[in-house]
């Protein structure tokens, strides 16, 4: 996608709401030469240009071809694509036989037909280049240009096509950012901010690259306006990527090529795995060859093609702020006509960046560690002492653990209407559930007596290891005293869901380390698992009276602590090796029987086992577990009174 004032990487991060397959990018814009910025010209029908692009007839024949080999998404951008006088019939066919599509256009060329077929499902990104005619109109050298583009939206509104405003900052603009901001809320309930730094021009114009020089905003400016992207590391694509060449490869674009699921075409039907690649040397020419040939043996080709040399390793390679930069060699060839050359101006954001960060981490991030897998819970608003409950001071950690699973809490709902969410799944209050293509859409769902609204969205990645969680008041946040790091009634859907793929479950159980020793004592409400904590109280170490973690390890299985309590607030993160299953029975007499019927303990844990929403791979992991749990650890029957001696007759327990 090529955005005018973007960069490659910020304008192929992925919306979590919409993970997609193979997707391609093919510029239809009409453009001086390679990549000049806001300077979008109408060609004469005659020019050389012209005649050079593809025609529509070779689009359908290069789109037909990545179709065979499973693209679904198409990325149309530019410069302007609309200034293609085919451009209804282009759109048409790409986005008619396709999953999704993006769209980036500058809203002046849209009409009212061209509105109507972009209600069609997929992007529509509408870019903003002020808040007022002049500002805008001075950024674009296009006189009319902001009228044309607020013609645009109120074209697409009155379509009913939904749109994201995309607001692109500069020096030119940014005193008025702040209202540029407000105008795209007014106009749109979706708008995001574009990469807040520039790279040069591929064309090489002096005076067109002084210029782009000359409207990037400082370090300071950059970093606070993208802080939001930046800083959702592990939610989306990591802005260093796959792009920027490891130190150890020998060539310097293997990395980007082995990982590339998107490839690049641009007007004349030259192809490669990145738009910012201008070197013909590095382009297929699909006029000549086939889509299947180009991505099959040519772009791997190149992976080969230019070798690491040994400035790059020992200067960009190797530099401490490197998972701080953006630096990409293509942005090193823009700047200085050279892969390996470091660009200054990236090494100033990647200094700014380093210490945002910390302060960000800071007063923004916070560790802890259950049952050997570290929670890193990020959020917009900052963490105070008294956010979380007191019980989480037994949980903390310092930092990222070697099994680290992550959740990123914003405070404003994204707008659902009309968003493709998936395969629904379950919807039965509280809880709405979806499934896309490797993600998982959990929605609060209201009772109708209370609004039947949504008032909570999480995203999770396949594997629940990463989520993103969109809730509707931030007043919960700001009052403290919070119960769950997920801000959901309690956490054990995140929990019970990724430790069946860490040999683990999740039980109504209370846990204690007696003397060395892990004791289970499984139970529903009411079946005595406070009272035995209380009788053991002082005697043993307490991990948790109503919810117990079970892992299973090369030496057994270990019963761990949990921040879930019930009437004994008594906590720990500690954990031990697990000895023995207590059923427990309230009776008036104190008493221990073994219990030998496998399938019977089975069945009973199985009945205690907390569970997320059942998915098969889920079952299978977790009824596997439970057996080998059942078949494994001895199991009694305890009968008690209130009395105290029972302890006694645990103590004799081997």
Same mark, same amino acid.
């Given at each position: 996608?090529?955005?005018?004032?973007?960069?490659?990487?910020?304008?192929?991060?992925?919306?979590?709401?919409?993970?997609?397959?193979?997707?391609?990018?093919?510029?239809?814009?009409?453009?001086?030469?390679?990549?000049?910025?806001?300077?979008?010209i109408r060609l004469p029908p005659d020019s050389l240009e012209r005649q050079e692009e593809l025609t529509f007839q070779e689009i359908r024949r290069i789109a037909d071809e990545a179709r065979q080999m499973g693209c679904r998404r198409w990325s149309l951008s530019g410069g302007e694509p609309m200034l293609r006088p085919d451009f209804y019939e282009i759109f048409d066919y790409l986005t008619g036989n396709s999953n999704t599509y993006s769209l980036n256009t500058n809203g002046t060329l849209i009409t009212h037909k061209i509105a109507r077929i972009m209600r069609r499902r997929g992007a529509k990104m509408v870019a903003l280049y002020g808040a007022s005619a002049d500002v805008h109109d001075h950024i674009t050298r296009n006189p009319g240009s902001f009228a044309a583009t607020m013609r645009g939206f109120r074209y697409l509104k009155e379509a009913r096509a939904r749109f994201t405003v995309q607001l692109t900052p500069m020096r030119g603009n940014y005193h008025q950012f702040t209202k540029m901001l407000e105008l795209a809320r007014?106009?749109?309930?979706?708008?995001?901010?574009?990469?807040?730094?520039?790279?040069?021009?591929?064309?090489?114009?002096?005076?067109?690259?002084?210029?782009?020089?000359?409207?990037?905003?400082?370090?300071?400016?950059?970093?606070?306006?993208?802080?939001?992207?930046?800083?959702?590391?592990?939610?989306?694509?990591e802005l260093t990527g796959p792009c920027a060449a490891a130190p150890s490869d020998k060539y310097l674009f293997a990395s980007c090529i082995k990982s590339r699921r998107e490839f690049d075409i641009d007007p004349y039907g030259r192809m490669t795995f990145c738009f910012l690649i201008k070197d013909p040397g590095l382009r297929y020419d699909l006029k000549g060859g086939s889509f299947q040939d180009c991505w099959d043996n040519f772009i791997p080709?190149?992976?080969?093609?230019?070798?690491?040399?040994?400035?790059?390793?020992?200067?960009?390679?190797?530099?401490?702020?490197?998972?701080?930069?953006?630096?990409?060699?293509?942005y090193g060839y823009l700047e200085h006509k050279d892969f390996n050359s470091k660009v200054e101006y990236l090494c100033s954001l990647a200094r700014e960046n380093r210490r945002f960060k910390e302060k960000w981490w800071k007063d923004h991030r916070r560790y802890f560690k259950i049952a050997g897998i570290t929670i890193q819970v990020d959020s917009d608003l900052p963490f105070g002492a008294?956010?979380?409950?007191?019980?989480?001071?037994?949980?903390?950690?310092?930092?990222?653990?070697?099994?680290?699973?992550?959740?990123?809490?914003h405070f404003s709902l994204p707008d659902l209407q009309g968003r493709d969410l998936g395969r629904r799944v379950y919807y039965k209050v509280p809880w709405g559930i979806y499934q896309k293509e490797g993600f998982w859409v959990y929605l609060g769902i209201l009772p109708r007596r209370a609004g039947n609204g949504?008032? +909570?969205? =999480?995203?999770? &990645?396949?594997?629940? $290891?990463?989520?993103?969680?969109?809730?509707?008041?931030?007043? #919960?946040?700001?009052?403290?005293?919070l119960q769950s790091l997920t801000l959901f009634p309690t956490d054990q859907i995140l929990l019970a869901r990724i430790l069946a793929d860490r040999q683990g479950c999740y039980l109504h159980a209370c846990g204690v380390n007696f003397k060395g020793r892990g004791l289970l004592f499984a139970g529903h409400s009411g079946a005595g698992k406070s009272t035995i904590a209380r009788l053991l109280k002082g005697k043993a170490r307490?991990?948790?009276?109503?919810?117990?973690?079970?892992?299973?390890?090369?030496?057994?299985?270990?019963?761990?602590g949990t921040w879930s309590h019930g009437?004994?607030?008594?906590?720990?993160?500690?954990?031990?090796?697990?000895?023995?299953?207590?059923?427990? +029975?309230? =009776?008036?007499? &104190?008493?221990?029987? $073994?219990?030998?019927?496998?399938?019977?303990?089975?069945?009973? #844990?199985?009945?205690?086992?907390?569970?997320?929403?059942?998915?098969?791979?889920?079952?299978?992991?977790?009824?596997?577990?439970?057996?080998?749990?059942?078949?494994?650890?001895?199991?009694y029957v305890v009968e008690f009174d209130k009395s105290g001696k029972i302890v006694d007759l645990l103590k004799k327990l081997r």
């Open positions: 996608m090529n955005i005018p004032g973007s960069s490659y990487l910020e304008a192929k991060k992925i919306d979590a709401f919409s993970p997609l397959p193979l997707g391609g990018d093919i510029d239809l814009t009409y453009r001086c030469n390679n990549n000049c910025r806001h300077c979008w007014s106009l749109s309930p979706d708008y995001r901010i574009g990469a807040a730094w520039f790279y040069l021009s591929a064309c090489g114009d002096a005076e067109k690259n002084k210029e782009i020089m000359r409207q990037r905003l400082s370090p300071k400016e950059a970093v606070r306006l993208e802080a939001v992207g930046l800083y959702d590391e592990g939610y989306r694509k080709s190149l992976a080969a093609k230019i070798r690491t040399p040994e400035k790059y390793r020992n200067d960009c390679g190797s530099c401490s702020l490197k998972q701080d930069c953006r630096f990409c060699p293509v008294d956010t979380l409950h007191p019980r989480f001071k037994y949980f903390e950690a310092d930092g990222p653990g070697q099994d680290t699973i992550r959740i990123r809490h949504v008032y +909570k969205a =999480a995203v999770f &990645n396949s594997s629940h $290891t990463q989520a993103i969680i969109y809730h509707n008041r931030k007043e #919960l946040f700001l009052k403290g005293g307490i991990l948790c009276d109503d919810r117990i973690i079970v892992r299973r390890y090369p030496a057994g299985f270990r019963i761990y009437d004994i607030a008594d906590v720990s993160s500690g954990s031990a090796p697990l000895r023995a299953i207590i059923l427990l +029975k309230k =009776a008036s007499r &104190n008493r221990i029987t $073994t219990f030998r019927d496998k399938q019977a303990i089975s069945r009973r #844990l199985l009945s205690y086992l907390i569970r997320p929403f059942v998915t098969a791979d889920w079952w299978d992991k977790t009824l596997a577990l439970i057996e080998e749990i059942s078949a494994g650890v001895p199991c």
